[in-house]
């Protein structure tokens, strides 16, 4: 019924089994009953599937792939694939700490990305071990050279350039345009590298680049690279040692009936364009997937509490919210909803599907067609792995959803649903 529902990966992360939608080989009808809704739903074989297919497809050249924390940042998660010998780039300390609680020795492969990091921050990465800091401005590099003399620890670093170019993503999300926050301008980096070899503590190692995120096409990828393999020939020229180029996230999914190639397909072709700019230049290139690792291996299982309907105009009120998925709230995202239990009719309603939170933008679709369901049916809102849990919060005073991975039809909570005191802990009257 829905093309999300027969999805990318193999074997499938959600599918029906005699009209009841299963997360691999659990009924969710039971996990809901189980563990209450909204409660997200991950399938362990997908995420290891796909990051298996996205570091087969740069075979052909030394790399690492360095899931993007972010994503989907639950310690399980982060587990599973540090088992895989996968790498992690973050973007706090606080994600750092993950990396470390999930995986001890992790840290060795873990880049540090981000516009703001602070002296504790960089003190934290020093002392793990890290493999490269992404640096985003030339004060970032002083105050790393001081943080790293302090401690005497040598720190590797890149600069994050901004390469200029254009990428077809929702404003929000773009990051490699010259008014953006992120990066220094790629013309202005010579100088920056020049500076920071003359810092004893310091290390230059390599070019980093973000362009943006959800960018389904593989050009904008491919035009970045050439920029950076430029300015990676030119340091080398003068003497600079760049061993590492991060290519940093940013692969699409498909969230709606968009044309996309099978996630195998589009790898390959995001490793080629990624891939062709850097032959030669003797760089380990380095990877940081998010949300084409995760997102397609959750759904966010939510329950109807009431149907209404104001002037002919027909509304689901679910028990999830935008506290608990806020990308439509937030970038007007699609996201596929499909009924948990499949009814037997053609009939299709045109709803609004909401939440319970005092905001009109409480929204997960508009308009939508979908076969009927009653008060206390389930919904499965899909691709909801990556930047679902992550952005969660408390507003309306709402603890937040439990976390279930699904393997095989073993599922275990990744994460408790939060309670009222966890929210109210650190508050005094
Ligand atoms: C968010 C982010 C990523 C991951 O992006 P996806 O679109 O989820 O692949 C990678 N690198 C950096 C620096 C990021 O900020």
């Not at 997360?23 to 409660?39: F, I, M, N, S, V």
């Not at 590298?193 to 680049?209: F, H, P, T």
Request: aromatic share 6%.
């Amino acid at each position: 019924m829905s093309k999300s529902a027969v999805p990318e990966g193999r074997p499938p992360a959600f599918v029906y089994r005699h009209e009841v939608l299963h997360c691999e080989r659990a009924p969710l009808p039971d996990l809901a009953q189980k563990h209450g809704t909204p409660l997200y739903v991950y399938s362990a074989t997908t995420i290891r599937d796909r990051y298996r297919t996205f570091d087969r497809a740069f075979r052909g050249f030394p790399h690492t792939v360095c899931y993007s924390v972010k994503a989907n940042p639950n310690l399980a998660l982060l587990k599973m694939l540090a088992g895989l010998r996968c790498g992690f780039d973050v973007v706090s300390g606080g994600e750092l700490q993950r990396v470390q609680h999930a995986a001890r020795k992790a840290a060795r492969r873990v880049v540090f990305s981000g516009v703001g990091k602070t002296a504790e921050e960089m003190d934290a990465a020093l002392r793990a071990g890290i493999l490269m800091f992404n640096v985003e401005s030339e004060s970032e590099m002083a105050a790393l050279a001081e943080r790293s003399a302090r401690l005497k620890k040598r720190a590797r670093l890149a600069f994050r350039v901004n390469p200029d170019v254009p990428a077809e993503t929702h404003p929000y999300i773009a990051t490699g345009l010259h008014q953006h926050k992120f990066g220094v301008p790629i013309d202005a980096a010579r100088r920056l590298y020049e500076r920071a070899a003359r810092e004893k503590w310091l290390e230059v190692a390599g070019v980093s680049v973000h362009i943006g995120s959800q960018i389904t096409s593989v050009e904008p990828f491919g035009a970045a690279m050439e920029r950076v393999a430029e300015l990676v020939r030119a340091l080398q020229s003068h003497g600079h040692c760049i061993r590492y180029v991060d290519a940093g996230g940013g692969l699409g999914i498909r969230y709606d009936a968009q044309e996309l190639p099978e996630f195998a397909e589009h790898v390959k072709a995001f490793a080629k364009a990624v891939t062709r700019p850097l032959r030669g230049l003797g760089v380990h290139l380095l990877l940081e997937p998010g949300r084409s690792i995760v997102g397609p291996a959750g759904a966010l299982l939510v329950r109807v509490l009431y149907r209404k309907s104001n002037n002919g105009k027909s509304f689901l009120v679910v028990d999830g919210a935008m506290n608990d998925l806020i990308r439509p709230a937030l970038y007007g995202a699609h996201h596929e909803i499909v009924p948990v239990v499949r009814p037997h009719v053609e009939e299709r309603d045109i709803v609004d599907v909401v939440g319970p939170i005092c905001e009109t933008g409480d929204f997960f679709a508009r308009d939508r067609a979908l076969p009927p369901v009653e008060e206390g049916g389930l919904l499965a809102i899909l691709d909801t792995g990556a930047y679902g849990m992550s952005i969660t919060s408390n507003y309306n005073t709402r603890p937040r959803a439990a976390e279930v991975l699904v393997e095989g039809k073993r599922a275990r909570v990744i994460r408790k649903r939060e309670t009222l005191e966890d929210l109210l802990r650190g508050e005094v009257q």
